[in-house]
């Protein structure tokens, strides 16, 4: 389990040339990518086995999105590089879940304690906030753990629900011969940067209800302070 | 002694002038009175706004007449004020009662600003400081806080900076509301500290201590 936020994240998923966008929930290779970056493997390493997880989101804070209209020069500042827009979103909060083998989730689950590589939110420039790790739980399958964690967005946000439960939105894996689902590019193949490679993935999109820890039965309208009803004779 | 509640209508621009600005409501008050009265006893205000309803307290030695405040700030055709006796619960307060009570003070302490040679007073503006300031003077007032669990059952419950303009000056004040439960320890010091009001700018709404029963919060 893990918990991705940080003031930026990055997940792009279709992107081209110089419109680089991001999905509003992490992509899996997305996170497959920063799994291997924490069990330090290379760009041409095999990931083979990261792609037997299981993987969904749960969408606990979307944030907003941020458009960054970049311009840049090359080194001697002689030539200008192609302008770009690159999309974020700010200041989002989500639940990802990978679902595997007992050992290999451990193992997993400790090279995020200890990475190998620098670990970033879909983009280099987007750093986590806090540990990204949330530990393992045993015998959960991805759809056990949505709709059970606790709601792990930030306090500020789950105050402005006033209700004292939320939806929150989920994308998890479809089941193998699944009939409907979306399909996306985000099965990744090979993060070799000679020749990335994605194959294509279907989600099921989808909605889980949990509590909301910030929620207290409504005040009383009417101030409890009452000064009047203390004197005699009004 | 008199307390008087007077709703204000927040709809209205007579309201919000009154809202804005603690030296316009002074005025406004003190027009409840008349002249010679103004310089009879403390005449203490407040204002409590809520969710629903936004309530002027004002306490004096006078009854007051606030038609002028019913017609730019009220509901002229419906609503007026009411104004009780508080000389019976001043009267009835007896050690070891409890009160629920609410204070909107200004805290302040001295302290030397710069090279001067004198020392200045200047609003305490955290919370912590706030509670500090009362919790040091609630003896002087004749009350105690009991404890609930551990920790002084009062609380800051909205903390202001209200500044607005006084002739050609402007006046800062840091405003701090108290929430809570007392107990009385000493009846004449409590008597004099309502009457007479609690801590710096009480002509801006500052300083009067109001009771309520218990049971309701």
Redesign the interface.
């Known amino acids: 389990m893990l918990r991705l936020s940080g003031p930026l994240q990055s997940w792009g998923v279709s992107s081209r040339f110089v419109r680089r966008t991001t999905e509003s929930q992490p992509s899996k290779s997305g996170v497959v990518g920063l799994l291997a970056a924490a069990t330090g493997r290379r760009r041409t390493d095999p990931i083979e086995d990261l792609l037997t997880l299981r993987f969904g989101v749960r969408v606990d804070q979307p944030g907003r999105l941020v458009r960054d209209f970049q311009t840049a020069r090359t080194v001697d500042g002689a030539r200008s590089m192609p302008l770009s827009y690159r999309f974020y979103l700010a200041d989002a909060a989500f639940l990802a879940v990978v679902e595997g083998e007992n050992d290999f989730i451990d193992q997993l689950d400790d090279a995020l304690r200890h990475p190998v590589f620098p670990l970033y939110l879909g983009r280099r420039s987007c750093p986590p906030a806090g540990p990204l790790t949330l530990g393992t739980r045993r015998g959960a399958s991805v759809a056990d753990v949505l709709g059970t964690e606790p709601w792990r967005a930030a306090p500020w946000w789950q105050r402005t629900f006033r209700s004292p439960t939320v939806t929150l939105e989920t994308v998890v894996d479809a089941e193998p011969g699944a009939a409907d689902g979306a399909t996306v590019a985000d099965l990744p193949i090979s993060f070799d940067p000679e020749r990335r490679l994605y194959g294509l993935r279907t989600v099921e999109r989808g909605t889980v209800t949990v509590a909301n820890p910030t929620f207290v039965e409504h005040a009383p309208d009417d101030d409890p302070h009452q000064p009047m009803a203390a004197l005699g004779g009004i | 002694m008199h ?1 008087t ?1 007077f709703e204000i209508n927040p709809a209205r621009r007579g309201a919000q002038k009154l809202l804005g600005s603690p030296q316009a409501m002074h005025a406004a008050v003190l027009a409840g009175f008349p002249g010679d009265d103004v310089g009879r006893g403390r005449i203490l205000w407040r204002v ?1 706004s ?4 936004t ?1 002027l ?1 004002v306490s004096s030695v006078r009854r007051p007449d606030l038609t002028h405040l019913v017609e730019q700030a009220g509901w002229p055709t419906t609503a007026t004020w ?5 000389s ?2 001043l009267d009835s307060l007896a050690v070891g009662q409890e ?4 204070l909107t003070a200004n805290p302040t302490r001295s302290t030397r600003v710069g090279d001067r040679e004198r020392s200045q007073r200047v609003g305490c503006v955290t919370a912590e400081h706030q509670l500090d300031w009362f919790l040091t003077r609630v003896a002087r007032w004749g009350i105690r806080i009991p404890t609930s669990g551990g920790s002084p059952s009062v609380m800051v419950n909205r903390r202001d900076v209200r500044s607005f303009r006084r002739q050609d000056d402007r006046v800062t004040l840091a405003m701090a509301t108290f ?1 809570g439960r007392l107990e009385v320890v000493d009846p004449d010091l409590l008597r004099a500290a309502m009457v007479d009001g609690i801590g710096p700018a009480k002509a801006y709404g500052c300083g009067l201590l ?4 218990l049971g ?2």
């Open positions: 307390l509640q409590d809520g969710p629903r309803h309530y307290y009411s104004t009780g006796d508080l019976g619960l009160w629920g009570f609410r929430d109001t009771l309520a029963p309701r919060a």
